[in-house]
C-alpha cells in the first residue's frame, strides 16, 4: 500500500501524508487491487483536503474504507426491484487463436460491426470461437483495429516491456501535467461542505474512467454536464456513473450543435475527455482551438496505451489493456488457470478516473492540463507488489446506504461512500439518469 500511494503522491505533487485505511480484506487477484482502489481514493481526497487547507488554512482529515473501497470499484448501486442491464455484447471476450488468445471488445454497435466485417457474422460466442480459431493472434488483433474495431492479444509483461508501445508508455509519468498561466483564476466559490461549489465541469468521457472522476467532482458539488453524441448508449454502466450529473446530447458534426458546445466550453472550468488523441483535432477542437475557446480551462484527459508511441490514437479500454500488458496473463498463472484471468473488477478505469479527479483538484486556482492513460496506470498495479487469494467479508444491509435513490428504471440504494473527509461529505443532489435526459446548457 505504502509505494501506491507514496507513487500516487508524487505523481500528484501533494505531500507524502499518511492517510488511515480502515476495515480488513481484499479483492483476490494477482495483483494489490484492493490497495490501489484505496491509494486513489485516497489521493483524490486528499486533494480536496489540500485544496480546503489552501482556502482555510485548516487541513481535513481522511479516511479510506477497504471494503467499500473495493466494493466501489465495482458498483456502488444495489437495484431495488429491477437490475442493471449486461455490462457485456452477447459476443465480447476472450477467444482461442491458433497460438494464443485474443479479447475481441463488441460492446459498441460499430465495433462489433468492425470485428464481423473481418471475421463475418456471427450470431453467438460459439460462431465466434470457431472463426477465430482459425486466425494468429497478431494477425486478427491488427486486421480488427485496422477495420476500426477493438482487440487485444493476450501478452505477457516481459513482452509487453519489450513492445514498442509498452517501451513508449512505461516510460511516460504516471500524470503527465502541463502548467498554466493562472492569469485567469477564478475566485474561490466553495465551502468545506461543498468545496468544489461554483465549478463547471464539461464531460465529454464515456464508458467509465472519465465518468468515475466526474461523479467524484459531482459529489464535491460540481456542475457536472455530460456530452454524448446522438447515438451513444452504455446502459450496463449509465446507472453506475451518471450519479449526480445532468446529461445532455450533441452532434459535433452540426453545426447548430457546435455552437451550443463551444458556448458550454467557454463557460466551463474543467473539461474532462477521453477521445483518442486525435480525436477532438479532427473535429476541429485541439488544444490550440479548446485555449483560444477558453483561456485558463483546466484539461483533463485519459486514453487506453498512453499519449506516444504507435499505439497513442489505438482505441481500447480496460479489459484490452489487461490483456496487452500481462495482466491477464499473470492473472492466468496465478490462478492456474488454461485461459486469461482479469482483475476481479476494472481496476485500471476506476483508478484513473480517481486520479484524473485528483489531477483536476490540484489543477484548480493554477490551470493547466493533464493527461493520463490506463496502461500508465496497469505499470503503476504491476510494479507494487502482489495480491492475494483472501476474500472479502460479503456486504450486508449496514453497507448500503440509508436513503433510497429514485431513479429513472426505479429505486435504488448506493452503498456508503468508502472516503471520509472531516466536514466534507460525498454527497449528490441529483439520482442516477439517463443519457441525453437534460438539456446541454449549464445550470
Known amino acids: ?62 479516511e479510506v474504507d477497504r471494503r467499500l473501497a473495493s466494493f466501489w470499484f465495482a458498483t456502488s448501486i444495489r437495484p431495488v426491484g429491477w437490475s442493471v442491464p449486461p455490462l457485456w455484447d452477447p459476443v465480447a471476450g476472450d477467444y482461442a487463436t491458433q497460438d494464443g488468445w485474443i ?25 465466434m470461437a470457431s472463426k477465430v480459431a482459425q486466425w494468429a493472434k497478431t494477425d486478427l488483433e491488427q486486421a480488427v483495429v485496422d477495420a476500426g474495431g477493438c482487440a487485444a492479444e493476450m501478452r505477457n509483461w516481459a513482452q509487453w516491456q519489450a513492445h514498442p508501445q509498452g517501451l513508449a508508455v512505461n516510460a511516460e509519468p504516471l500524470i503527465q501535467f502541463s502548467a498554466g498561466s493562472g492569469q485567469h483564476a477564478k475566485p474561490w466559490k466553495g465551502s468545506v461542505a461543498q468545496p468544489l461549489a ?71 472550468d474543467i473539461v474532462l475527455h477521453g477521445y483518442r488523441a ?51 496473463d499473470a492473472g492466468r498463472q496465478w490462478k492456474k488457470a488454461d485461459k486469461p484471468t482479469p482483475l476481479p473488477v476494472q481496476a485500471l478505469d476506476h483508478a484513473t478516473g480517481y486520479l484524473m479527479a485528483a489531477a483536476a ?21 504491476i510494479e507494487n507488489g502482489a495480491g492475494t487469494d483472501e476474500a472479502l467479508r460479503a456486504e450486508d444491509e449496514n453497507d448500503q446506504g440509508m436513503l433510497i435513490e429514485q431513479t429513472p428504471w426505479g429505486p435504488a440504494h448506493r452503498l456508503h ?14 439520482p442516477a439518469s439517463e443519457l441525453g435526459a437534460h438539456r446541454a446548457q449549464w445550470w
Open 1 to 62: 500500500m505504502t509505494g501506491l500511494l507514496t507513487s500516487i503522491q508524487a505523481a500528484l505533487g501533494l505531500s507524502h501524508t499518511p492517510i488511515p485505511f480502515t476495515s480488513s480484506g481484499a479483492l483476490p487477484s494477482a495483483f494489490a487491487v484492493t490497495d490501489l482502489a484505496c491509494a486513489s481514493i485516497a489521493a483524490a481526497g486528499q486533494a480536496v483536503s489540500e485544496l480546503l487547507q489552501q482556502h482555510t488554512g485548516r487541513l481535513p482529515n481522511l
Open 103 to 127: 479479447r475481441l471488445h463488441t460492446n459498441a454497435p460499430h465495433h462489433r460491426a468492425a470485428a464481423e466485417s473481418v471475421l463475418g457474422t456471427c450470431a453467438d460466442r460459439a460462431a
Open 198 to 268: 461554483g465549478i463547471k465541469v464539461l464531460d465529454l468521457t464515456r464508458v467509465l474512467a472519465g465518468p468515475v472522476a466526474s461523479r467524484f467532482l459531482a459529489g464535491l458539488g460540481a456542475d457536472v454536464l455530460r456530452i454524448d453524441p446522438p447515438t451513444w448508449n452504455e446502459p450496463g454502466v449509465v446507472p453506475e456513473v451518471t450519479l449526480g450529473k445532468r446529461c445532455a446530447r450533441l452532434d459535433l458534426h452540426n453545426n447548430d450543435d457546435r455552437a451550443v458546445f463551444e458556448s458550454l466550453l467557454k463557460d466551463a
Open 361 to 381: 483538484i490540484t489543477l484548480l486556482g493554477r490551470g493547466g492540463s493533464a493527461r493520463l492513460s490506463l496502461a500508465r496506470t496497469a505499470k503503476l498495479l
Open 278 to 328: 486525435d480525436a477532438l483535432e479532427k473535429l476541429g477542437y485541439g488544444v490550440a482551438e479548446r485555449e483560444k475557446l477558453a483561456p485558463g480551462l483546466i484539461d483533463v484527459c485519459l486514453n487506453a496505451y498512453g499519449w506516444s508511441g504507435p499505439w497513442r490514437n489505438r482505441r481500447g479500454f480496460d479489459s484490452l489493456v489487461q490483456m496487452s500488458s500481462g495482466i491477464a
Open 417 to 430: 461512500v468508502p472516503l471520509k473527509i472531516t466536514g466534507t461529505p460525498l454527497q449528490w443532489a441529483l
